[in-house]
């Protein structure tokens, strides 16, 4: 069995009531639906600030680009030497 640790918590009315409600549904008890409710807020947490991480590492990765500016080479190819050969390879679609 896992270790548990005894916590005082106060719950508004409704919250008592909506919290009996769901075990009884549930039959099982009422530390168990609050657990549980404990469980989803912290998932929901870690992954915003998953997310969050996520977007400033991206945001990173966007400003570093934007500050070497522009690529100096240039394209080596047109826009319509792809379509050429890309109807090549496919054949008109439409028809």
């Not at 870690?46 to 400003?63: G, I, P, S, T, Y």
């Not at 826009?79 to 679609?93: A, F, K, T």
């Amino acid at each position: 069995m896992t270790t548990m640790i005894r916590k005082q918590v106060y719950l508004e009315p409704r919250q008592d009531a909506q919290v009996k409600l769901l075990a009884a549904e549930r039959k099982t008890t009422e530390a168990d639906i609050i657990r549980e409710a404990i469980d989803t807020l912290l998932d929901e947490v870690a992954r915003q600030r998953r997310a969050q991480q996520a977007w400033e590492e991206a945001l990173a990765f966007m400003e570093a680009r934007y500050a070497k500016g522009a690529v100096s080479a240039g394209r080596t190819w047109t826009r319509d030497e792809l379509y050429e050969e890309r109807l090549g390879r496919y054949g008109n679609l439409a028809d």
